[in-house]
């Protein structure tokens, strides 16, 4: 089947559109890439998303205005792929993350926007959406759902792995040894959980000292001219978050606008340059990532295989490989798994076992009580004038 998946991460910066040829049932799948892009949202889109992230208040009427319209990008995405790369089957469509609340004294709470049957409508395709729900309900974050393509697709038979994504937000999935080709009944002992910050509090600093001319530090040049303030990451890194253990996810809600004033409040004590400041950062994302496996893994991975923007990120790579030296550190890519639409290729399979009947979570990562079928189904429907 020829699964097309969709996901717009917590940066907002696009959507990522990842075609895919998938074979076989539930564990024993084969995946063969096919073309992926990433769709631009139109600046004003992408704004008001950004600010709706940031708590700007908006009506109902608005909220449903701003679904369809995010539905709408996401067909255009699918459209535009189509065009290049022949037609799918099926979509997989992860939708765009506005407001993440892990489970606290009840449920956890979780909004995608673009709405899977608008997507059907616009494209005439089936189209799985709100992957995050039925995980919630049976008592999961919700997050990370990417841990079961992780072990289809990258685990070794001798080989401990972690791979971590990093995106807006990063997160971890621990793969023990397993041959997936002779997959039994039950996944192995996996384990995963959204680390912290990835390039969200990168990304707004340099928006913020560029006066809006940058989105991102392209390639981390900019922190590459700073000097690292390790008294204030080590300060930044006493947030509870970090010393929490898993199953844990987070977003925005945490690390975004508010908490970038309060790292910079703090700064202000030390005289930081914004190169200073951006190096910092960089220093956080990578600092937790390995204080995240030192702390919660019994065993360190033989290998680390990183994913999303992050990967793209020169200085921020240079840091994490320094601080899990002597862990080899190397990209999906290397592993036949593009960096740039992991997570899209992930939806598309989660889509894929939607269709299958076969349960997607994986409740060691999420904290879900048992396995359960993720997405709903909406077929298109030819509406009449």
Not at 159 to 169: A, K, L, S, T
Not at 362 to 384: F, I, K, N, W, Y
Request: charged fraction near 15%; hydrophobic fraction near 40%.
């Amino acid at each position: 089947m020829r699964v097309l998946g969709l996901i717009s991460g917590t940066s907002a910066d696009g959507i990522d559109a990842a075609l895919v040829e998938i074979h076989g049932f539930g564990r024993t799948i084969a995946v063969h890439w096919l073309a992926g892009m990433t769709y631009p949202y139109p600046e004003p889109v992408r704004s008001h998303l950004l600010e709706i992230c940031a708590g700007q208040a908006l009506s109902l009427e608005d909220l449903a205005d701003l679904d369809d319209t995010v539905a709408s990008v996401f067909a255009d995405a699918v459209l535009s792929l189509q065009a290049n790369a022949g037609e799918a089957e099926l979509i997989a469509s992860h939708g765009q993350t506005v407001f993440h609340r892990p489970r606290q004294a009840g449920l956890g709470y979780s909004i995608q926007l673009g709405r899977g049957a608008e997507i059907a409508r616009l494209t005439g395709l089936p189209t799985i959406s709100d992957f995050r729900t039925a995980d919630i309900a049976a008592g999961g974050q919700g997050a990370p759902l990417v841990s079961a393509l992780d072990a289809c697709l990258l685990s070794h038979p001798q080989h401990r792995r972690c791979v971590q994504n990093i995106g807006g937000i990063s997160n971890v999935t621990y793969l023990p040894p397993w041959d997936r080709h002779r997959a039994g009944e039950h996944w192995p002992e996996l384990w995963g959980w959204d680390t912290g910050p990835g390039n969200t509090l990168l990304d707004i600093a340099v928006q913020r000292f560029s006066q809006g001319q940058l989105s991102y530090d392209q390639n981390g040049a900019w922190a590459a001219q700073g000097t690292v303030c390790q008294a204030l990451v080590e300060h930044w890194m006493g947030h509870p978050f970090f010393h929490q253990p898993p199953p844990k996810s987070t977003g925005r809600e945490l690390f975004g606008w508010h908490y970038l004033d309060t790292c910079l409040a703090a700064a202000d004590t030390y005289q930081l340059s914004p190169a200073d400041c951006l190096a910092s950062l960089s220093e956080l994302t990578a600092v937790s990532i390995a204080h995240s496996y030192r702390t919660f893994l019994t065993e360190p991975p033989d290998e680390v295989f990183v994913c999303g923007g992050g990967s793209r990120n020169h200085y921020l790579m240079q840091r994490l490989a320094a601080h899990l030296d002597p862990i080899p550190l190397l990209t999906t890519d290397q592993a036949g798994l593009p960096t740039d639409f992991k997570e899209a290729i992930a939806f598309a399979v989660l889509g894929y076992w939607r269709q299958q009947n076969f349960p997607g979570n994986v409740p060691t990562v999420t904290g879900a009580q048992r396995p359960m079928l993720l997405g709903q189904l909406s077929e298109p429907v030819q509406l009449q004038a």
